[in-house]
C-alpha cells in the first residue's frame, strides 16, 4: 500500500513537472532540446506512410467493395469478430436473372439458349471476383492495414515517450540551472543555508544525469522503429506486386470467357440469319409485280420472256 502511494504520488509530480516544462516552453520563458535533423525526417517519413497507406487501403476498400452499406456491415463483423455472410456479387445476379429468362422463353429457341449462355458467363465471372476478393484481401489488403493499425501505434506509442522523456530532460536541466543560480547566490551571502543548496545542485546533477540516458535511450528506440519503415515499404511492394498480379488474371480470365462467349453468341446469330435467308428468299420469289399495262412479271425462267400470253 505504501509502494503504491509512493508510486502514485512520483506519477503525480512527473505529470506536473512536464506540464509546467511544456507550458513554460510554449510561453518562450524555458529552452527547448531539439531532436536532431535525420530523426525528424524519419518521423515525418513515418507519419506521411501512415496516412498515404490508410488513404490506399480506404480506397482500395471501396474498389473490392463499392456499396457502403456492405462495407460498413463487414467493418462491425470484423470488431464483433464474426464470420460475415457470403453474399452474390452483382454479376451473379445477373447471371441468375439471365439464365431464369432464358428457361423461361425455351432453351430451344435461339434467344433462350443465348440468355443461358450469357448468364452462365455472367455467374462465372462472379466467382471470379470474389476469389480475386479474397485474394487482394489477403496479399495486399490485409498487410497494408495492419501497418496502420498495428506497427505505425507504436512507433506512435515510442515517439510520445520519447517527447515525455524530452520534457524530463528540458525539467531537469531547468531545476540545475535554477539550483545553481540559488547556489551562487548563497555563496555570496544572500542565502545563509549554504549547505542545502549545494545538495540541491548535487542532487539536480543526479537527475540530469538520468533524464540524460532516459532521453537518449529512448532515442535510439525511437529511431530504430523509424528506420524499420524502408522494410515496410519494400514489403508492401511486394504487396502490391501481388494485387497486380492478382488483377491481371482476373481480367485475363475475364477476358478469355467473354471471348469464348462472343463466338458462341456470333454462331447462333449466324444461325439464325441463314434459317431466315430461305424463307425471305421464298417470299420474295413468290411475288409478282403487275404494270399499269397489264403485263405480268414473273420471275420463273420457263416463262415467256415478253410476259405475253400467246
Known amino acids: 500500500m505504501d509502494f503504491n502511494a509512493r508510486r502514485l504520488a512520483t506519477d503525480v509530480g512527473t505529470f506536473v513537472s512536464r506540464a509546467v516544462q511544456f507550458t513554460e516552453e510554449t510561453l518562450g520563458q524555458a529552452e527547448k532540446t531539439e531532436l536532431d535533423a535525420h530523426l525528424e525526417s524519419l518521423v515525418a517519413r513515418a507519419e506521411k506512410t501512415k496516412i498515404w497507406t490508410d488513404r490506399i487501403a480506404q480506397q482500395t476498400e471501396v474498389l473490392l467493395q463499392p456499396n457502403p452499406t456492405v462495407r460498413i456491415e463487414g467493418f462491425l463483423y470484423e470488431i464483433l469478430e464474426k464470420q460475415a455472410p457470403v453474399r452474390m456479387t452483382p454479376h451473379e445476379y445477373l447471371g441468375e436473372c439471365m439464365v431464369s429468362s432464358g428457361h423461361d422463353f425455351g432453351p430451344g429457341t435461339s434467344y433462350g439458349s443465348a440468355l443461358i449462355k450469357c448468364g452462365n458467363m455472367q455467374k462465372k465471372i462472379g466467382g471470379m471476383k470474389k476469389d480475386f476478393i479474397q485474394s487482394s484481401v489477403i496479399s495486399f489488403l490485409s498487410p497494408v492495414k495492419s501497418f496502420v493499425k498495428e506497427d505505425f501505434q507504436i512507433i ?60 537518449n535511450q529512448q532515442v535510439e528506440n525511437t529511431r530504430l522503429l523509424l528506420e524499420g519503415v524502408s522494410n515496410t515499404h519494400s514489403h508492401h511492394l511486394h504487396c502490391l506486386k501481388d494485387f497486380v498480379d492478382a488483377q491481371s488474371a482476373y481480367y485475363a480470365r475475364c477476358n478469355q470467357f467473354t471471348v469464348d462467349l462472343q463466338k458462341q453468341l456470333a454462331c447462333i446469330s449466324s444461325a439464325l440469319t441463314s434459317n431466315r435467308s430461305p424463307s425471305s428468299s421464298s417470299s420474295m420469289c413468290s411475288i409478282s409485280v403487275s404494270t399499269p399495262l397489264g403485263l405480268t412479271l414473273s420471275p420463273d425462267p420457263a416463262a415467256d420472256p415478253t410476259g405475253i400470253d400467246q
Do not use: Y
Open 156 to 215: 506512435l506509442r515510442e515517439h510520445r515517450m520519447l517527447q515525455n522523456k524530452r520534457l524530463d530532460l528540458d525539467a531537469a536541466k531547468s531545476k540545475l540551472k535554477r539550483a545553481r543560480m540559488a547556489d551562487a547566490e548563497s555563496a555570496v551571502g544572500l542565502f545563509t543555508d549554504i549547505t542545502m543548496w549545494a545538495a540541491e545542485v548535487v542532487e539536480a546533477e543526479a537527475e540530469l544525469r538520468s533524464a540524460q540516458n532516459n532521453f
